[in-house]
């Protein structure tokens, strides 16, 4: 493993097998919308070197156990992923910013496979780890893999912002959410630390290491490496159909945007940034009638609310936008991006994150340089 990794850990990933927990998995193909399935039975070779892999594997899709043998019977299947197994390198990162003692009592969310749960195992003891996953089924074969594998944390199957009144001195956290829970911070010690996932439907990544001061205040900063993660079950998705019917009903005029070259999903410098000072936004494309000649293709940007803005190129190049609902979405976007200009363009790990009663308020080097607060103060 990387160099970065303690000695408890380095062990941990030698010793425990990470095939025992990926005995099936999903490869994406090569247009992404399908999937095709990876076992030893289609290829033990193959299987072997993927699953030993620096890579993430899709191990559900659609929360449905019988996409697996839909996908074995026509060779491939689409779906939306729903479990899988990180990538190793980020697990080690993720693990070595837990920084454990050698008595911490340690919460997982998103047993998925339990090969995180059986790393803690073999850095700690089964007695120290708690495990949970929202899905019976996974809980079910988690518990068996991890048995058979010489495991035996404690593994429950409950929703993961729900915690209940037991305390650990660390919790991690393997899947996305658009806000920490409170009830997080009330499972954890005072001084006891969280490492979780920001989630951002730009895929930039966001994982926060908070420490918690007590059940209704944590603070940390933003760790220095990409973490993309699937977001929560429970996350708030907008109504695509309804807000695309009100925003054919909306007359407003559209107008020109100060971001013309702007691509949603490449790879712009502020996109850590805006996306974190924006919060959990949709991304979609839309075909558009109007201006087929340019492309024909909307940017659209779709908030939980029902707010909504788009952009696309007229006949003539020129790039509108219009924009309607509670928030002003493309106007938040522009004005987001001079910020970070106006901020001297910061890295993510000069960026923190603090969590307390209510509110969670972004800031930049210190705590008391906020640069953003959310849920937004227009909702």
């Given at each position: 493993m990387a160099r970065f990794v303690p000695k408890r850990w380095t062990s941990a990933f030698r010793s425990?097998?990470?095939?025992?927990?990926?005995?099936?998995f999903f490869r994406p193909t090569?247009?992404?919308?399908?999937?095709?399935?990876?076992s030893a039975e289609t290829d033990q070779e193959e299987w072997l070197r993927l699953a030993y892999a620096d890579d993430a594997w899709t191990?559900?899709?659609d929360a449905?156990?019988?996409?697996?043998?839909?996908?074995?019977?026509?060779?491939?299947?689409?779906?939306?992923?729903?479990?899988?197994?990180?990538?190793?390198?980020?697990?080690?990162?993720?693990?070595?910013?837990?920084?454990v003692g050698s008595g911490s009592r340690v919460l997982e969310l998103g047993t998925g496979t339990g090969y995180n749960a059986a790393l803690l195992c073999a850095g700690l003891t089964d007695e120290q780890i708690t495990s949970v996953e929202i899905d019976n089924h996974l809980v079910r074969d988690a518990r068996r893999t991890l048995a058979e594998a010489g495991f035996h944390p404690t593994v429950r199957a409950t929703d993961g912002d729900v915690t209940g009144e037991d305390k650990y001195e660390r919790l991690i956290v393997?899947?996305?959410?658009?806000?920490?829970?409170?009830?997080?911070?009330s499972a954890v010690t005072p001084g006891g630390v969280i490492v979780a996932p920001l989630h951002r439907e730009q895929m930039i990544g966001?994982?926060?290491?908070?420490?918690?001061?007590?059940?209704?205040h944590a603070m940390g900063r933003f760790l220095p490496f990409y973490g993309g993660f699937m977001p929560t079950?429970?996350?708030?998705?907008?109504?695509?159909?309804?807000?695309?019917?009100?925003?054919?009903?909306?007359?407003?005029?559209?107008?020109?945007?100060?971001?013309p070259e702007l691509s949603l999903i490449g790879r712009?410098?502020?996109?850590?940034?805006?996306?974190?000072?924006?919060?959990?936004?949709?991304?979609?494309?839309?075909?558009s009638h109007d201006f087929p000649d340019s492309g024909g293709l909307q940017h659209w940007l779709i908030a939980a609310d029902g707010s909504w803005a788009y952009q696309e190129l007229t006949r003539n190049g020129e790039p509108i936008v219009r924009e309607g609902g509670k928030r002003r979405l493309w106007t938040e976007l522009e004005t987001a991006v001079v910020q970070w200009a106006d901020l001297d363009k910061p890295e993510r790990e000069r960026l923190g994150l603090t969590v307390q009663q209510g509110r969670q308020e972004i800031w930049l080097d210190t705590p008391d340089h906020v640069v953003s607060s959310f849920p937004p103060a227009t909702q």
């Open positions: 425990v097998p990470r095939h025992v927990f990926l005995p099936t090569g247009d992404g919308f399908r999937y095709t399935p990876v191990t559900q899709l449905d156990p019988d996409k697996w043998q839909e996908a074995c019977a026509s060779g491939t299947v689409s779906g939306t992923p729903t479990s899988s197994s990180t990538a190793p390198g980020l697990m080690a990162r993720m693990l070595e910013a837990l920084a393997t899947y996305g959410v658009s806000m920490i829970p409170e009830s997080w911070l966001a994982v926060v290491r908070l420490t918690v001061e007590n059940d209704r079950r429970q996350r708030a998705a907008p109504a695509i159909r309804q807000v695309l019917q009100a925003a054919e009903e909306d007359h407003s005029s559209p107008r020109s945007t100060v971001l712009e410098p502020w996109r850590f940034f805006v996306s974190l000072v924006l919060g959990d936004l949709t991304f979609t494309d839309v075909m």
